[in-house]
């Protein structure tokens, strides 16, 4: 059984940075890509940020180019969002989710088989 834990969300100011992690477990990490998607209050989940099993690509939302980064570290099966220049429409539950075998879209939430238990972003401005 695939076990993904999130953490690192918190309260911040408009501007700041937080780094979010999520370790996993139960399968060999690096053979799956990896997403992070986020529900902000009475929205729909949208995705984020996603990268290759290797690390080779990685693929943004728009509204967050340029400002996060998502990496991760096979070796210690540990997935990265590093957000710097957060904006208050940055508030919400952050998910990280591992890679779907029967369903292929990095974009999509049905592209990814387990989700973690999420961790809250929220930005003051």
């Known amino acids: 059984q695939v076990h993904l834990v999130d953490s690192g969300g918190g309260l911040v100011q408009a501007g700041g940075s937080l780094r979010l992690s999520c370790t996993a477990s139960?399968?060999?990490?690096?053979?799956?890509?990896m997403g992070w998607f986020r529900r902000a209050p009475g929205q729909e989940r949208e995705f984020v940020a996603a990268i290759t099993g290797s690390g080779s690509e990685t693929y943004y939302a728009n509204s967050v180019k340029g400002r996060f980064t998502i990496s991760r570290d096979n070796a210690k099966e540990t997935l990265y969002l590093q957000m710097n220049n957060l904006k208050p429409d940055d508030t919400a539950v952050y998910y990280c989710?591992?890679?779907?075998?029967?369903?292929?879209?990095?974009?999509?939430?049905?592209?990814?088989?387990?989700w973690g238990q999420g961790t809250q972003v929220t930005v003051s401005s």
């Open positions: 989710a591992s890679e779907s075998i029967y369903y292929s879209d990095y974009v999509d939430e049905k592209g990814y088989d387990y």
């Open positions: 139960g399968r060999t990490f690096s053979n799956y890509a």
